[in-house]
């Protein structure tokens, strides 16, 4: 069952720019898309730009400047601009989200992920 549903990933060159997006999907359990994940191959997950559950913004230091997290609350999405895109940030592109089952139950969920690739 796919609860968060990611697109925009694409292959650019160097010094590009692509959004990414990220919608949940209707269930009968609360789900709020929280941020981004990347996993380059043989590499482990790393954040990339997260909201907290305090309302803040974490950012990795690598792509501070020039990436940019945002939210559309009406439509549930929470969208990633990349830009000045370089070689290193090639990588899968993973969505994270929290479930609410209860006031005394949550957990994440992951997107499957969609692929960003900047090669010259």
């Known amino acids: 069952q796919v609860q968060l549903v990611e697109s925009g990933g694409d292959l650019v060159q160097p010094g590009g720019s692509l959004r990414l997006s990220c919608a949940a999907s209707?269930?009968?359990?609360?789900?709020?898309?929280m941020g981004w994940y990347r996993q380059a191959p043989g590499k482990e997950r790393e954040l990339v730009a997260v909201?907290?559950?305090?309302?803040?913004?974490n950012y990795a230091d690598s792509v501070k400047g020039r990436f940019t997290i945002s939210r559309d609350n009406a439509k549930n999405t929470v969208y990633l601009q990349m830009n000045s895109l370089k070689p290193e940030d090639t990588a899968v592109y993973y969505c994270?989200?929290?479930?609410?089952?209860?006031?005394?139950?949550?957990?994440?969920?992951w997107g499957q992920g969609t692929q960003v690739t900047v090669s010259s």
């Open positions: 994270r989200g929290l479930r609410v089952v209860s006031t005394a139950i949550e957990y994440f969920v």
């Open positions: 209707r269930n009968i359990f609360s789900i709020t898309p």
């Open positions: 909201f907290t559950r305090g309302g803040s913004i």
